[in-house]
Nanobody, 121 residues
């Protein structure tokens, strides 16, 4: 079992920045690909992914505003979010999986509890 705890969410004005963290424990963190997803009313979507070696993948709508990174020594994955927009408002979740690369939420095995991000206009 891999346990994950997200932090860093909050209320920010449009154009501002937040940095989300996801601290993992319980298994060998570096064995897992880590994903960030977000849930808004009626919609869950892939945001970013970083594989164990550090290569990232981003959702197309981000257009360079977010950066995902990981520190395997600290068992933590990060999501730096810049130039935030009101439509970025959502609960953000980190998730973990092994095996084939994926941007599909249902294919991830472990999930954190989520952290709320609210962007005001």
């Amino acid at each position: 079992q891999l346990q994950m705890v997200e932090s860093g969410g909050g209320l920010v004005q449009a154009g501002g920045s937040l940095r989300l963290s996801c601290a993992a424990s319980g298994r060998t963190f570096s064995d897992y690909d880590m994903g960030w997803f977000r849930q808004a009313p009626g919609k869950r979507e892939f945001v970013a992914r970083i594989i164990s070696s550090g290569t990232p993948t981003y959702a197309g709508f981000l257009k360079g505003r977010f950066t995902v990174s990981r520190d395997n020594a600290q068992n933590t994955v990060y999501l730096q979010m810049n130039r935030l927009k009101p439509e970025d408002t959502a609960i953000y979740y980190c998730a973990a999986k092994r095996g084939d690369l994926s941007t599909v939420a249902n294919e991830y095995d472990y999930w954190g509890q989520g952290t709320q991000v609210t962007v005001s206009s």
